[in-house]
């Protein structure tokens, strides 16, 4: 493999299949490296598409791409030990075509885009990791890889090698991850037939439903759960912040456990067959921690780059976003005639900062630490909404004014007024 | 609580043997100088083992690849950690 490439692209997630697609289609010479038996292999995803970043890519992905169940209906738990408070959005809206929203089961999807990736002209190698990247004093020239041989050059390597990028991070483009930036993510697949889950869930003829779940499943942790259905399946998973895993001293299965046993939860995956259990990082350090986006000869894109928005559990669309922009990037560049210089690739870290991507890690910027720094949203809360709304809708005889007494008299013991005031910005702030 | 090894029983590996592709660096260190050993606790694979006589031990064929035990190593930076070769490892029937 002594081939010169116009772009090695290293991953086949959703960042680096968009990266690759579009450079291919735009009649460049690309060379993909995916570690995994195929494109997908190690691939671990809720999983929820969002259709705005693929359709922007391939339009007509809905012609053939596996979607397993478009989404109907999204439902916010705050869960207590035995209850929960809930809000629910369900809009007819949602269950026409062109739908917005679609689980999907990422092995199978990521294989079909990787073969869209193939069909575009891109040279795809599965079963090869790339070990570091040839380096000529600053400059990115190619990859080595665990193949005999197994040096690849080019013009450009986009590192699309998702959330632990050991490449980044050999090469000192980032330093280690900390652990309060990474949600630890554990989830298991269980089957179910496709009326019982239709049933269960209210919905019919595709459609499906998510659940988002926070409050005392996490333990006193900053994290969320999910569950999400698929058309035979439903995904249950769980994720907290790695720095609280290991304060907490909790297993993450045992986590799980807990949360598949919740009285308002066991009823939904009663009698499902379990047939896969996965964990993954997420990088959730948001915008204080996207690392630099580029150099002389490479760019990040996807989960390598912290492209999360965890507050609206979002990263898939950011990948395929951010894979997007480096792409054309290149080929404008190509296009202008200009060399892969850093100075000349700054225009990818241009088009991140002005596109959804990065104005939201933006806004979302104090999040993770007020999150980090305020366990009270995750245990106090939830528990005194629970409490309340027991106490509201219990009818026992006490007048309603004395019930209402009664709440506000448990959230001021519990988190005091200036507490209760102090929290109240703190949230808004975090929103603005 | 289902064991962890249950759960992972219902996983695909291909197992690259005598290649493992985390290790320790050094095992005194494990034994000695980290008394949390968070590893034994946060490897959603269970792969790291407490022993009685306190060192930690490490068996890398039920991993997942997340790379936690690597970050989570913050104190002493005693994993050497790297994918398994090409094909190897976990390999997710669904994701």
């Not at chain 1, 690392?291 to 150099?295: A, C, D, M, S």
């Given at each position: 493999m002594n081939e010169k490439f116009d772009a090695i692209v290293v991953g086949a997630g959703p960042a680096g299949n968009s990266a690759a697609y579009t450079l291919a289609k735009a009649g460049m010479k690309v060379l993909q490296l995916e570690r995994?038996?195929?494109?997908?292999?190690?691939n671990v995803q809720g999983a929820i598409l969002y259709s705005d970043a693929l359709e922007r890519i391939i339009p007509d992905f809905r012609d053939d791409a596996p979607l397993e169940r478009h989404l109907l209906e999204q439902r916010m738990w705050i869960l207590d030990d035995e209850s929960y408070v809930g809000n629910t959005y369900r809009s007819d809206a949602f269950n026409k075509p062109p739908y917005n929203r679609y689980t999907i089961i990422r092995t199978q999807f990521d294989k079909w885009f990787s073969g869209k990736v193939q069909e575009a002209g891109a040279m795809v190698i599965s079963e090869t990791t790339v070990t570091d990247l040839h380096m000529d004093g600053n400059r990115v020239v190619g990859v080595k890889t665990d193949r005999t041989g197994g040096s690849v050059y080019a013009d450009v390597v986009i590192l699309a090698?998702?959330?632990?990028s050991l490449l980044a991070k050999k090469a000192g483009f980032h330093p280690e991850l900390r652990p309060k930036d990474v949600a630890l993510a554990v989830k298991e697949i269980h089957f179910l037939p496709e009326e019982t889950i239709d049933s269960r869930f209210n919905v019919s003829a595709n459609a499906g439903v998510v659940i988002e779940m926070a409050g005392k499943i996490t333990n006193g942790m900053v994290g969320t759960g999910f569950l999400y259905t698929n058309r035979e399946s439903l995904t249950i998973g769980i994720g907290c912040l790695l720095s609280d895993f290991r304060k907490h001293g909790i297993a993450p299965y045992a986590l799980l456990d807990k949360m598949k046993d919740h009285p308002a939860i066991r009823p939904l995956i009663e009698g499902g067959t379990m047939k896969e259990y996965t964990a993954h990082l997420i990088p959730e350090g948001g915008y204080h921690a996207v690392?630099?986006?580029?150099?002389d000869g490479w760019m990040i894109v996807g989960d390598a780059a912290m492209f999360v928005n965890s507050v609206h559990r979002e990263g898939s669309n950011l990948a395929m976003t951010t894979g997007r922009l480096a792409a054309e990037t290149m080929i404008e560049l190509t296009a202008d005639d200009k060399p892969m210089t850093a100075k000349n690739l700054a225009r990818y870290h241009e088009k991140v900062k002005t596109s959804f991507v990065m104005k939201d890690l933006k806004k979302y910027k104090d999040m993770p630490k007020v999150l980090e720094n305020n366990p009270q949203f995750f245990t106090a809360y939830p528990e005194l909404l629970n409490r309340a709304a027991h106490e509201l809708l219990t009818v026992d005889g006490v007048e309603k004014k004395a019930k209402e007494r009664s709440i506000r008299r448990s959230f001021v013991k519990s988190r005091s007024w200036t507490g209760l005031m102090g929290d109240a910005v703190k949230l808004w702030r975090a929103f603005q | 609580m289902m064991r962890v090894e249950e759960r992972l029983f219902q996983n695909r590996y291909r197992v690259d043997p005598g290649r493992a592709h985390i290790q320790i660096t050094d095992p005194s260190v494990c034994t000695v100088d980290c008394h949390s050993k968070p590893c034994t606790f946060c490897c959603p694979a269970g792969c790291y083992t407490k022993e009685g006589d306190g060192r930690v031990t490490l068996i890398t064929?039920?991993?997942?690849?997340?790379?936690t035990c690597r970050i989570i190593c913050t104190e002493f930076r005693n994993i050497q950690w790297e994918y398994p070769r090409g094909g190897y490892g976990i390999l997710f029937k669904f994701g």
């Open positions: 995994g038996e195929t494109p997908g292999s190690k090698d998702g959330v632990n690392p630099p986006l580029y150099g | 064929d039920g991993c997942m690849e997340c790379g």
